[in-house]
């Protein structure tokens, strides 16, 4: 599938790097999300965009920027991260925010050195 | 805060024998969805059921909905190999955001 790509597919950082992010969807959708997946937790959503204006920050660290500047790029703008914020990072897409179904990319490997 | 549990966490099946996993809210749900995540990839969404008791089929997937709006089940019919994976619900709650809470996920191992 390649309705929704990331960039880069892997990523080792150090604390005080800064690094973005990028996803692009090929769906014509209007909502695009960013999600953390951590061992052993559940899928955590952390912001949400549709038709470009942010509607959900999930309490995520400040250490975390989204970035939306049409409806088909997002971006995650990384810096002074921790270790525990190593994860894979999935970005997504929907038609809108609700009810509709959710088409998730491969996800960004992030290790913190 | 809303919570979406699933159990069980892990599953290790014989091929051909059936799985179920069960999805349980702590709040009512206006739809909930599956996805399916298989090993080093990405969820991919399965279906999504919005009516109180609904049932949707898929093959050899069957999906419920409780009447209560409240808890979900997927069951696999004589697994194969090719059902590996971690199998999410993602339930909406009725009212405020418009957030899919994703359960904590069901892993299935399938031993051929």
């Known amino acids: 599938e390649t309705g929704v790509t990331q960039t880069p597919r892997h990523l080792v950082m150090g604390m005080t790097n800064k690094k973005s992010l990028k996803c692009e969807q090929h769906?014509?959708?209007?909502?695009m999300y960013w999600y953390k997946q951590s061992a052993k937790k559940p899928l955590e959503l952390m912001f949400v965009?549709?038709?470009?204006?942010?509607?959900e920050n999930n309490s995520v660290p400040s250490r975390f920027s989204p970035e939306c500047p049409n409806s088909s790029h997002l971006f995650l703008h990384l810096h002074t991260l921790q270790p525990e914020d190593s994860a894979l990072y999935l970005c997504?897409?929907?038609?809108?925010?609700?009810?509709?179904?959710?088409?998730f990319g491969p996800g960004t490997r992030l290790t913190v050195t | 805060g809303q919570q979406v549990m699933q159990i069980p966490q892990y599953q290790h099946v014989q091929e051909g024998e059936d799985f179920t996993t069960y999805c349980n809210s702590s709040?009512?749900?206006?739809?909930i969805q599956w996805y399916k995540q298989r090993p080093g990839g990405h969820p991919v969404f399965l279906i999504q059921?919005?009516?109180?008791?609904e049932v949707k089929k898929q093959k050899r997937l069957t999906f419920q909905f409780g009447e209560a709006k409240k808890n979900s089940s997927l069951h696999i019919t004589a697994t194969q190999t090719t059902d590996v994976g971690t199998y999410f619900c993602?339930?909406?709650?009725?009212?405020?955001?418009?957030?899919?809470?994703f359960g904590t996920g069901t892993r299935l191992t399938v031993i051929p």
């Open positions: 997504a897409s929907s038609q809108g925010t609700s009810p509709y179904e959710q088409y």
């Open positions: 059921l919005v009516k109180s008791g």
């Open positions: 709040t009512t749900l206006s739809n």
């Open positions: 993602a339930g909406r709650v009725l009212t405020g955001a418009n957030n899919l809470f």
């Open positions: 965009y549709n038709f470009k204006e942010q509607t």
């Open positions: 769906l014509g959708h209007n909502a």
